[in-house]
Every structure is written in C-alpha cells, then in structure tokens.
C-alpha cells in the first residue's frame, strides 16, 4: 500500500498495546525465521518436530474416546457429543491434569479448580485479566521476562514491574523493594509472575530452600506467584527435580500455569491453570478462582476444542498420566543437546588475553542458554546474522521491557541436532569475531 492510499484505521486510533514491541517482538521474531529459511534456527523454542507421530493422534483420540464410554461410564452417544460438540468451559481432560499433577509434581488439585486453555498463553491472559481490577494494579515479574506474559498484560493494560532473577533466580530483596514501592506509590502489586525451573529466557533455576523462602515472602507480603513451569521435566541428569511451587504451596498462594506445547504437541494447543485461591462472590458464596477464570474464558474461547484436549488425555492416560514417562526420549535428547551446546560454546569461545570474553549460562536443563558477548546485541545484529551467517538466535532486549542496549543472546536446543547445533555455533563464533575486529578497527 503507498503511503498516499486512504487509509480506514490508524494503529494510534485502537488499543494502545497494538504497535507496543511486547506485542511485535514474536511476529518480528517468525519474520526472521522465514527471510532465511537455510540458516541454522538457535532462536526457535519449539519442541524437536521428528518426534511428532501423525498415527499417535488418531489413536490418542481414540484412547480418550475409550476413557469416556470404559472408565467414565458415558454411554457412546455422550461420548460422541463431548468430543464433538460445544463443551464445558473448564474442559473435559481437567481430571487426567489433575493426575497428572499428582503422579509427576506431587500437587494435590481438585479437578474444579483446573481450567483447560488454548495453550498457556490463554491460561496466562485469563489470569492476568481477572487480577487487573483497576488503574491501581501492577504485576511483579522476574526479568527477563516471557514475552507472551509481558504482551498479555499490556492487553489487559496492566503495568509489568520487573524484579531482579539474581544468582538465585529471584532476588528476594528485590521482591520485597519492588512491592514496598508500589504500595508507597498508591499501587498494589497483584502477584509476581515466574519460572522457578529452567526459564525462557534465561535458563535460571531457583532451589528448593529459596522456593520455601518465596513463598514464605508472598505469606508475610500477600502477594499471588503466578508459576509458569513449561519445561521442568526436561532436567539434566544432576539428581532429583526440586518440588514446584505449588507442591510446596500450603496456603494457596501459588496460580500454577501449565502446557502441553512442549510435553506433548504444541499444535494441539492446549495449556491448563490450577487456581484454587478462594473467591467471595455476591451473598456470601464462595468458589474457587477456576470459576472467574472460566468466566472470561467463556467470552474469549467458549471452550477448548474437545477434539485437542482428547488428545492430550489419550497421551496421558497411555502414560499412567505420567509426563514423565511419556517423555523419557524427549528429556534425554534436550539434555544431551543442552550439554553438547555447552561444551561447544567452552570450545569455540576460549579466554584468550587479547580479547573481551564471551560468557554462557550452564542451565541444569531446559531449552536455553543465554550468551553474554562485548557488544550490543539488537534485531539489525541478529537480522545480518541470518543474512550473512546463516545462523539465528534471539536477541535478549525483547525479554526486557525497555530500550537499554543488552549485550546478551539466546541460544535454543529444542529444535536442533548436535549436528546442527556445531554449524550453528561456528556460524556464531564467526560473527562474534567479525563483530569484535570491526569494533576494533
Ligand atoms: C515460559 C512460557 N510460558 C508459556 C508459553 C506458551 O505456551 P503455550 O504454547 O502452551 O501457549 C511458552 C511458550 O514457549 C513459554 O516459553
């Protein structure tokens, strides 16, 4: 279109988050992605797609049908209709959730309080919407931050104040500043959003006394953790998982995200909320969040297609509901990727006493690892990377939430092989070396 042609609508004249770079940084991102195709993608968190099995969906669909009519009772007619027919709000796999959640997290729910999503990223909007209740509210998050949750709360026109990750992954002293001058400032903090296991993006983790230690801060500060907890089962081969937030959460502080995007299929589109905090409504009746949530979720989705939550529940229920089980091959590969990563960067990027370092985050599991270079990194670095390099990543500014220069990027294991990850990394390697002799010179 030229730019003399009438125009209907300007971006100014509709809701301000449009045009907001929390809301263009994912489409920037994909448009990158597709102007060049041939290069080594280190920037996609997408899960590895040789493991997707067309087959296995039909027969997950199937397995769940079986549930239905064998175990649940539903005469074939009703099972037809639920999984083909406009459904209920909270979904129809809220069951199979809850046990998984009990089989790999040791979180004990009540179905009720589970509302299934269109991913998490609706699960995430539908929270934040609920808690934005006026002009007031504000929501803690540690940064970096997801930029999914960053652009859902910018649609619910709720400022986002980041706290510090720290060495710890959440810097509690920061937590409690950050809350102390909000409410000195006439606001009230709602809840801090985060990830205690292996985050997007900086492949933080938090430890289980220092989990002990924030909830016990969110008690004494009555504050809500949102726990957002996509990629905890994918952990290295160092001991035990620590137990999530929510395992550990005694007194309903904890609104737990999940999804399926990574453990089972993101094309599936389907995430969950566990939200079993308390809510007085009108004349003294009382429910749980779930219910406000599924609320607004009825006037966003209705409902999660039927179809996809049945195949989710088919995958569960072949795995004793255990993601865990089910994902045996997926965690062994990330973490053999995630190690192979690691040892390439140590290779490619030695000390040597005439150059600026390059330093890398070692995460106990997960998808990434962030890259610290003696430069600058922003989209124009990252586009003439693909161009010129054929090699992408993702450039850490659009995890914060402003216009400081950020020297830092993100390297992602999920959708590569090791094969892939070395051409990747000597593609890298020589951009960060062109990039350091033409800052030299
Ligand atoms: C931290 C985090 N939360 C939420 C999501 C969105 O999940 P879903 O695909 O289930 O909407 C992602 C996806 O990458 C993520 O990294």
């Known amino acids: 279109m030229s730019a003399a042609e009438p125009v209907d609508l300007t971006v100014a004249d509709l809701h301000p988050a449009l045009g907001d770079p929390a809301l263009t940084s994912m489409n920037f991102l994909?448009?990158?992605?597709?102007?060049?195709?041939?290069?080594?993608?280190?920037?996609a968190g997408r899960p590895y797609e040789e493991f997707f099995d067309l087959a296995a969906v039909h027969r997950h669909l199937d397995t769940f049908h079986r549930h239905l009519v064998d175990d649940l009772g539903h005469p074939p007619e009703q099972a037809r209709r639920l999984l083909l027919q406009y459904g209920r709000t909270k979904g129809i796999v809220h069951h199979l959730i809850a046990r998984n959640l009990a089989v790999d997290e040791q979180i004990t729910v009540d179905p009720e309080d589970v509302v299934v999503t269109?991913?998490?990223?609706?699960?995430?909007f539908l929270v934040l919407r609920a808690l934005r209740a006026g002009p007031a509210d504000v929501l803690l998050a540690v940064a970096p931050t997801y930029v999914g949750l960053t652009g859902a709360a910018r649609l619910v026109d709720l400022p986002v104040w980041p706290v510090a990750g720290g060495s710890a992954g959440v810097d509690l002293a920061d937590l409690s500043a950050q809350?102390?001058?909000?409410?000195?400032?006439?606001?009230?903090?709602?809840?801090?959003?985060?990830?205690?296991?292996f985050a997007n993006p900086s492949g933080a983790s938090i430890d289980t006394a220092h989990r002990q230690r924030l909830l016990d801060l969110a008690a004494q500060e009555d504050l809500l953790l949102l726990e957002d907890n996509p990629y905890g089962l994918f952990h290295g081969d160092d001991g035990p998982r620590p137990p999530t937030l929510k395992a550990l959460d005694t007194g309903r502080?904890?609104?737990?995200?999940?999804?399926?995007a990574k453990t089972v299929l993101p094309g599936a589109r389907v995430g969950y909320v566990v939200a079993d905090q308390r809510v007085a409504g009108p004349g003294g009746r009382v429910g749980p969040l779930a219910d406000q949530l599924a609320m607004i979720k009825s006037m966003v989705t209705v409902n999660t297609s039927p179809i996809a939550q049945a195949v989710i529940g088919?995958?569960?229920?072949?795995?004793g509901c255990s993601l865990v089980a089910a994902n045996t091959r997926e965690r062994s590969a990330y973490t053999r990727n995630l190690r192979h990563l690691v040892a390439g960067l140590t290779r490619r990027f030695p000390d040597q006493p005439d150059r600026p370092a390059v330093r890398w985050t070692v995460p106990a599991g997960g998808f990434f690892v962030v890259v610290t270079v003696p430069f600058p990194v922003d989209d124009a670095l990252l586009d003439r990377s693909g161009r010129d390099y054929g090699v992408l990543w993702t450039p850490m500014a659009h995890f914060y939430d402003d216009t400081a220069p950020v020297r830092a990027l993100r390297?992602?294991?999920?959708?590569?092989?090791?094969?892939?990850?070395?051409?990747?990394?000597?593609?890298?390697?020589?951009?960060?070396?062109?990039?350091?002799?033409?800052?030299?010179?």
């Open 411 to 441: 390297l992602s294991v999920s959708a590569v092989t090791p094969e892939q990850i070395d051409v990747g990394l000597d593609r890298l390697a020589a951009l960060v070396t062109d990039e350091l002799t033409r800052r030299a010179g």
């Open 314 to 319: 088919g995958r569960l229920l072949e795995h």
């Open 253 to 260: 502080r904890v609104v737990y995200l999940g999804s399926f």
């Open 118 to 124: 269109v991913g998490c990223q609706e699960a995430m």
């Open 30 to 43: 994909n448009e990158v992605s597709e102007r060049y195709p041939a290069a080594v993608s280190l920037a």
């Open 179 to 197: 809350v102390r001058r909000a409410r000195v400032a006439g606001l009230r903090p709602r809840a801090c959003y985060l990830m205690p296991d």
